[in-house]
């Protein structure tokens, strides 16, 4: 089970952490990807880690260089940091978990979904 957390409404320019808690101990097994869903839009992969170290990322082109996936197994939690947000981050935030292990970039790669998180960022 996942749990997304962390969303808000902040300013253009402001920052929020995303978290995404898991239950279970094979949480470190799954790679865990960060997806949003803006109004009258297709799901798209945000960012994603892949499982035990997490050494290998991926990011979507329109957030390289702002945000930041990591990964604390010892809490079972996985974090997305949104730096200089801006009003095109504006979505409902999920988290995902893979079985698979490495960063996939496809929702259909995901077992496992938390319930989303909304983001709003005004100008």
């Known amino acids: 089970q996942l749990q997304a957390s962390g969303g808000g409404s902040v300013q253009a320019g402001g920052s929020l952490r995303l978290s995404c808690a898991a239950s279970?101990?094979?949480?470190?097994?799954?790679?865990v990807g960060w997806f949003r869903q803006a109004r009258g839009r297709e799901r798209e992969l945000v960012a994603a880690i892949s499982r035990w170290s997490g050494s290998g990322t991926y990011y979507a082109d329109s957030v390289k260089g702002r945000f930041t996936i990591s990964r604390d197994n010892a809490k079972n939690t996985v974090y997305l940091q949104l730096n200089s947000l801006n009003t095109a981050d504006t979505a409902v935030y999920y988290c995902a978990a893979a079985l698979l292990g490495r960063v996939g970039r496809e929702a259909d790669e995901y077992d496992y979904w938390g319930q989303g998180t909304q983001v709003t960022v005004s100008s």
């Open positions: 279970g101990r094979a949480f470190s097994s799954y790679a």
